[in-house]
């Protein structure tokens, strides 16, 4: 009889240890988040890397979140890898449909975006990453599924069709691209992107705006 309530006082001091360490873990968040929201230079992002450090080993409901203002801050400090390693940290997180459950209240309060809009621009983020090191056919995989999350994430129609330049495509395939972002270029970007990237196609992308 004893041994059974040893074992039932253990269970909730484990609960309590649990509870008061979500608390605590609860604090550093919110105070890494605010220091975010009032806008990242290098000193504030060490900052909000060691906020977020001891929340990393406590089992919350808001372990995608902590992810995403890691990588953040990580990419202002341009330490790409660990920011890198934190946006992946955010989506696996946001995939798994019960830990999504748990972040869409959270995230549509912390970061004022639809659960399936942050992971739109995380996406973007990562294909930005594989850009820049010229892994194009990863670029594209993570831009697509940007658009899919997201119609209006114009950074991954971008994104999309810059890299499919780099492949061995006919040029025509990444204008179509960028001409699906049409209805959601509200201040002519995309002609910028043609300027930029693909001239030839300029006269017929006005010809569309006549």
């Known amino acids: 009889m004893r041994g059974l309530f040893d074992r039932v006082r253990g269970q909730l001091q484990n609960t309590l240890q649990g509870v008061a360490g979500e608390m605590i ?7 890494a988040r605010k220091l975010v929201n009032e806008g990242l230079d290098r000193h504030t992002a060490r900052e909000v890397i060691a906020e977020l450090g001891p929340t990393l080993n406590v089992d919350s409901n808001f372990k995608a979140c902590v992810h995403r203002l890691l990588a953040q801050a990580y990419a202002v400090l341009e330490e790409q890898d660990q920011s890198f390693e934190h946006l992946e ?14 972040h869409e209240r ?70 179509e691209i960028f001409m699906r972002a049409l209805s959601y270029d509200k201040g002519g970007v995309i002609e910028g992107w043609l300027e930029e990237l693909l001239p030839e196609y300029l006269e017929r992308y006005r010809g569309t705006q006549r």
């Open 25 to 31: 873990a609860q604090r550093h968040y919110d105070r």
């Open 106 to 175: 959270r995230i549509l309060e912390d970061f004022e975006m639809p659960v399936e809009n942050l992971m739109s621009e995380v996406h973007s983020e990562i294909a930005n990453v594989h850009f820049l090191h010229a892994r194009y056919r990863e670029a594209i995989r993570h831009a697509e599924e940007a658009t899919k999350l997201n119609r209006f994430n114009l950074t991954g129609y971008y994104l999309w069709g810059a890299s499919l330049l780099h492949l061995e495509i006919p040029r025509q395939e990444a204008f």
């Open 89 to 102: 940290k955010t989506l696996e997180y946001l995939y798994n449909p019960v830990e999504r459950y748990h």
